[in-house]
């Protein structure tokens, strides 16, 4: 398995602000994602995070208001750029291993945008 | 037609109950499937993983697979309060893209 560690845990922020969340792994992984869950729904996959290269975005989301940085195979951040009450949700990074395909979790940052 | 269907409950057993969770999928070229619990306010925790039809049980839990049938089963035997949170499901073609879908997720409480 792979421990994840997530900061800020939770984050109350104003409109037209950003912030950026810190994602670091306890070991080198290849894949790295980041997820939304927005309140009462699943997961939704904002992007691949790729180390040393731009990441790749699902459909619905863009480098402008969600870019991504993977500096190494044990780190990533993601900013959520000028902030808007839609953006509150939790955001989740997570890790595949990569020869069984188990999804690792960190604990989420949960943001509020006022 | 969405991928995969999930109930979202809320489901209320007493404590003691044996707990079926179940996701429908409709895209047979998944092969691997996995079942999380994720407490409020936290991130989802990998309960099981399973890749092959049949039965893998650990502990109380047992993740049951029927790719012909495309559903998955996750049993919670003698459940306990403590188990009261929400299951997702979610399955992946791991075909290089690292797809996963998810279910919408289960809403469980256990009764004391």
């Known amino acids: 398995s792979a421990v994840i560690s997530q900061k800020p845990s939770r984050d109350i922020c104003q409109r037209g602000t950003s912030l950026t969340i810190q994602c670091q792994v306890d070991?080198?992984?290849?894949?790295m994602f980041w997820y939304r869950q927005q309140p009462g729904q699943s997961l939704t996959l904002i992007a691949t995070?790729?180390?040393?290269?731009?990441?790749?975005?699902e459909s619905g989301f863009v480098i402008d208001k969600f870019p991504i940085s993977r500096p190494n195979l044990t780190f990533s951040t993601l900013t959520v750029s000028n902030m808007s009450p839609e953006d509150s949700s939790i955001y989740l990074c997570?890790?595949?291993?990569?020869?069984?395909?188990?999804?690792?979790f960190g604990e989420g940052s949960r943001l509020t945008v006022l | 037609q969405k991928e995969v269907e999930q109930d979202p409950g809320p489901l209320s057993v007493p404590e003691g109950a044996i707990v079926s969770l179940n996701c429908t999928y409709s895209?047979?070229?998944?092969?691997?499937f996995m079942w999380y619990r994720q407490y409020s306010r936290k991130g989802p925790e990998l309960l099981m993983y399973?890749?092959?039809?049949g039965n893998k049980e650990d502990g109380r839990f047992t993740a049951q697979v029927d790719k012909s049938s495309k559903y998955i089963s996750l049993f919670i035997r003698d459940s306990q309060p403590s188990d009261s949170a929400t299951y997702l499901c979610?399955?992946?073609?791991?075909?290089?893209?690292?797809?996963?879908?998810f279910g919408t997720g289960t809403r469980l409480k256990v009764l004391a």
């Open positions: 997570s890790v595949a291993v990569s020869h069984t395909g188990e999804l690792f």
């Open positions: 070991s080198q992984v290849t894949m």
């Open positions: 995070a790729n180390q040393g290269s731009e990441a790749t975005y």
């Open positions: 895209n047979s070229a998944f092969q691997y």
């Open positions: 399973t890749y092959s039809s």
């Open positions: 979610a399955m992946t073609l791991l075909s290089g893209t690292y797809k996963y879908i």
